[in-house]
T-cell receptor, first 116, second 109 residues
């Protein structure tokens, strides 16, 4: 597609339930990133995928968070046993590669997660 | 630890009133500094990349500059459609970007 697509755009879930967030990157973009943005705060790095290399999971806040990516396509971010502090906008971004600085990232519109 | 701060937190301008936003950073081995614009309910939109001190980039009413410790985003004669949150990010030794908290700009007609 022309841009990065994320689904769902909004998700309300009960505390303790698992959720899956999906990201479709731009075709041909080998790098894919997940960020979290809490209300009124900056973007917080979660995880990074580059091609077939092992992902950089250093930003995942707990073992309840995990992400997968199949090749250079779709990625899924899973949050198990959701807590109220998980409420945030989850943003996905893709880029041509590790160092595609001239073009930065292209972000999706995010998934707004609300845990009640 | 890489850190990025931005000031002011919020800025209100009258249409046509020029101003500057600040991004201060502490990183080891800066590979690039990035400016993004974020509208409510949307993901950040890429504006500029700066690589080295002294570099400048321009786009319409926006000009970004870089020194060894900070970057400025100058807004000349802003219009209401320039209202948004402006985010600064740095890429250093790691693969991910470190973002600042943003400056929320409101331009009043």
């Amino acid at each position: 597609g022309a841009g990065v697509s994320q689904s769902p755009s909004n998700k309300v879930t009960e505390k303790g339930k698992d959720v899956e967030l999906r990201c479709d990157p731009i075709s041909g973009h080998t790098a894919l990133y997940w960020y979290r943005q809490r209300l009124g705060q900056g973007l917080e790095f979660l995880i990074y995928f580059q091609g077939n290399s092992a992902p950089d999971k250093s930003g995942l806040p707990s073992d309840r968070f995990s992400a997968e990516r199949t090749g250079e396509s779709v990625s899924t971010l899973t949050i198990q046993r959701t807590q109220q502090e998980d409420s945030a906008v989850y943003l996905c971004a893709s880029s041509l590669g590790v160092w595609s600085a001239n073009y930065g990232y292209t972000f999706g519109s995010g998934t707004r997660l609300t845990v009640v | 630890e890489d850190q990025v701060t931005q000031s002011p937190e919020a800025l209100r301008l009258q249409e046509g009133e020029s101003s500057s936003l600040n991004c201060s950073y502490t990183v080891s081995g800066l590979r690039g500094l990035f400016w993004y614009r974020q509208d409510p309910g949307k993901g950040p939109e890429f504006l500029f990349t700066l690589y080295s001190a002294g570099e400048e980039k321009e786009k319409e009413r926006l000009k970004a500059t870089l020194t060894k410790k900070e970057s400025f985003l100058h807004i000349t004669a802003p219009k209401p459609e320039d209202s948004a949150t402006y985010l600064c990010a740095v890429q250093a030794g790691g693969q991910n970007f470190v973002f600042g908290p943003g400056t929320r700009l409101s331009v009043l007609p």
